[in-house]
């Protein structure tokens, strides 16, 4: 009977001890499944915050790119405005530099050409002179001599006489000081004579011819 109790009471310690040693095991459990969705939320809110990182980093880059863009295109403005304003300086200086250019030529070429205007009637008095002498006078020679010296010498600062006579009648050249009715038609609107010779000083008109033409 002894042995029969004893087995009896070990049998009921060991339920107790399995009773006792669930609930540990339920508990440890349920730490566990508390830990996984720990981890699992934890891993959530790090998936949802490198989205909004990398979006917060491109959003960045973007206003850093138009920052940039728009400095250039700044930039690109200021010097078109700079080479504006360089080409502009650089086109008067070269009008200027022309023009007093041209002025220096144009001194040089035609220095004297006030003072040779104004011996143009001396030679007209000295042609008028030497056309009423008689012909074997010795001071009709020396005036041709005289005349034709004189000439020379303004020739070589560019001054030259003007044919006028039988060319058409061009008012850049000629001044008509009377018409007369023509001879033929074919001299009609053509220089029959002329009252003043012209000249030209360099290509350029110094003195107008004075003609009759032919109406």
Wanted: glycine letters at 6%.
């Amino acid at each position: 009977m002894e042995q029969k109790d004893n087995i009896n009471k070990e049998t009921e310690e060991q339920k107790n001890e399995l009773n006792v040693d669930m609930p540990e095991t339920e508990t440890n459990a349920e730490v566990e499944d508390d830990q996984n969705q720990s981890h699992e939320s934890e891993n959530d809110s790090k998936e949802q915050e490198e989205p909004k990182g990398r979006r917060a980093k491109k959003k960045h880059a973007d206003q850093q790119l138009e920052a940039m863009t728009a400095k250039v295109e700044e930039m690109g403005m200021k010097l078109a405005e700079m080479n504006d304003k360089y080409m502009r300086i650089y086109s008067e200086y070269e009008n200027y530099r022309k023009r007093t250019s041209a002025e220096k030529a144009g001194l040089i070429l035609n220095g004297g050409k006030d003072v040779i205007k104004l011996m143009l009637p001396i030679v007209d008095d000295m042609e008028r002179a030497i056309a009423n002498m008689a012909e074997g006078d010795t001071a009709k020679e020396g005036m041709q001599l005289i005349l034709k010296n004189m000439l020379n010498a303004l020739q070589q600062k560019g001054l030259k006489p003007m044919e006028a006579m039988g060319a058409k009648f061009d008012e850049s050249y000629h001044e008509a000081i009377t018409q007369i009715p023509s001879p033929t038609p074919e001299a009609k609107g053509t220089v029959i004579d002329v009252v003043k010779k012209g000249y030209f000083l360099n290509d350029e008109v110094l003195r107008f011819a004075q003609v009759v033409v032919a109406n």
